[in-house]
């Protein structure tokens, strides 16, 4: 069975999961850095000082998605760095 001959019903989770990140290797790493960043900030959570929790959350929430989209630009700029500049490069020799 290709890849085209999957249909969605068939697909688990854990297939799908394991499709993506064959396809986009740095997408598990981006859920991974922003798992962490939420971990960090759940750790770290008595030591908010007078903050509220609102306000505490909502920064957590801002540093876990600012360390998702962080790893996913580094993939991008790998990828583009790979697909044009290296080539460029191999082809002018």
Partial sequence: MTREDVFFEEETHSDRLSRKSQEAPMFPIAIGMCTAA?????????????????????????????????ALTLGLAYTMYKNFIDIKAKHSK
């Fill in 38 to 70: 939420v971990a960090y900030g759940a750790y770290q959570f008595k030591n908010r000082g007078k903050m509220s929790t609102s306000v505490y959350l909502m920064q957590l929430r801002v540093a876990a998605q600012g360390a998702a989209v962080g």
